[in-house]
C-alpha cells in the first residue's frame, strides 16, 4: 500500500500478494493494524496527498489524481474530514507556518462525560520532545478529537470532558527543536495507541507506551504545528471549547 497507493488497489488484490484468502488476510489486517485494509490505503492515500501539497505547487486536481481518486470531490471531503480542513486551506496555512490546532472548530459538548488520565511513556531521546494526546472515535487519529492534551516530555495526562463510550487514544511525540526545515519530511519520533472506556461522572486509567513508528501504524492524519507548518511556533494545544 505504501508503494502502490496510487493504483485501485483492492481487497482481492492486497490478499493475493499475501496469498491469502480475502477473508482471512482482512481479520489479519485488523488484528495488526486495527482497521480494515481499505480504510488504511485511504489513510495511506491523504497521508501522500499532505506531502504534495507541501511539497509541489501542483494543483488540488492534480494531486486528488495522483493519489488514486478519480473524484475531486471524494478527495477533498475525505481530506476535510480527516486532516480538518480544505486541501487549500491546509496547503495556504501550512506554508504561512501557522498551522496551529486552534485552527481546527471546537468539538461538542458532551452532556454525558467522563474523564481519562493516565501516564506516557516516552524513550529517552536527549532532546526536547511535545506529546500530543488525543482521544478519537476511529483508530485513525483524524478529524477533531473528542478530547485532547498535550505536554513536555514523558508524564502523567489528563482528558476532560470526554463522552460515555469506547474511544481509542492516540499519541505523537515530536521534536520541537532542530525540525527539518521541510514539513513535509518530519515524522513523529514516536507514537502509542490505546483504548479505553468512559462512564460518565468517572475517570477511566489509560497508560500510553510510545515506540518508534512501523508501516503497520496508521498515518496520523490530524495536523500537528511541528510536523506540517513550515515554522514551528511555540503552541499550546487545548481541551476543545464547547460550540
Not at 58 to 68: A, D, F, K, N
Not at 225 to 232: N, V
Amino acid at each position: 500500500m505504501w508503494s502502490r497507493y496510487h493504483e485501485p488497489l483492492s481487497l482481492a488484490d492486497m490478499a493475493d500478494t499475501a496469498i491469502l484468502s480475502k477473508f482471512y488476510f482482512s481479520r489479519v489486517f485488523r488484528t495488526l493494524t486495527g482497521t480494515s485494509p481499505g480504510r488504511f490505503l485511504t489513510a495511506i492515500r491523504l497521508t501522500k496527498a499532505k506531502q504534495l501539497l507541501l511539497e509541489t505547487s501542483l494543483s488540488v486536481t492534480e494531486i486528488s489524481y495522483m493519489v488514486g481518486y478519480n473524484s475531486l470531490g471524494t478527495f477533498t471531503s475525505r481530506f476535510t474530514r480527516s486532516v480538518g480542513m480544505p486541501p487549500a486551506r491546509y496547503r495556504a496555512l501550512s506554508h504561512g507556518g501557522i498551522l496551529a490546532p486552534s485552527s481546527f472548530p471546537g468539538a461538542a459538548c458532551a452532556t454525558q462525560a467522563g474523564s481519562v488520565a493516565g501516564w506516557v511513556e516516552v524513550p529517552e531521546t536527549g532532546t526536547s520532545v511535545r506529546v500530543y494526546v488525543g482521544a478519537f472515535k476511529d483508530p485513525i487519529a483524524q478529524g477533531v478529537p473528542v478530547a485532547c492534551a498535550i505536554r513536555e516530555g514523558a508524564g502523567p495526562y489528563r482528558l476532560e470532558t470526554v463522552p460515555e463510550g469506547r474511544f481509542y487514544l492516540r499519541a505523537a511525540v515530536v521534536a520541537v527543536d532542530d525540525l527539518d526545515p521541510n514539513p513535509s519530511k518530519r515524522r513523529p519520533l514516536f507514537v502509542g495507541a490505546e483504548a479505553s472506556s468512559v462512564r460518565a461522572g468517572r475517570t477511566a486509567e489509560a497508560h500510553i507506551e510510545t515506540r518508534p513508528a512501523s508501516p503497520l501504524d496508521l498515518p496520523i492524519l490530524l495536523a500537528l504545528p511541528e510536523l506540517d507548518a513550515r515554522t514551528a511556533p511555540d503552541v499550546r494545544l487545548a481541551v476543545p471549547s464547547p460550540r
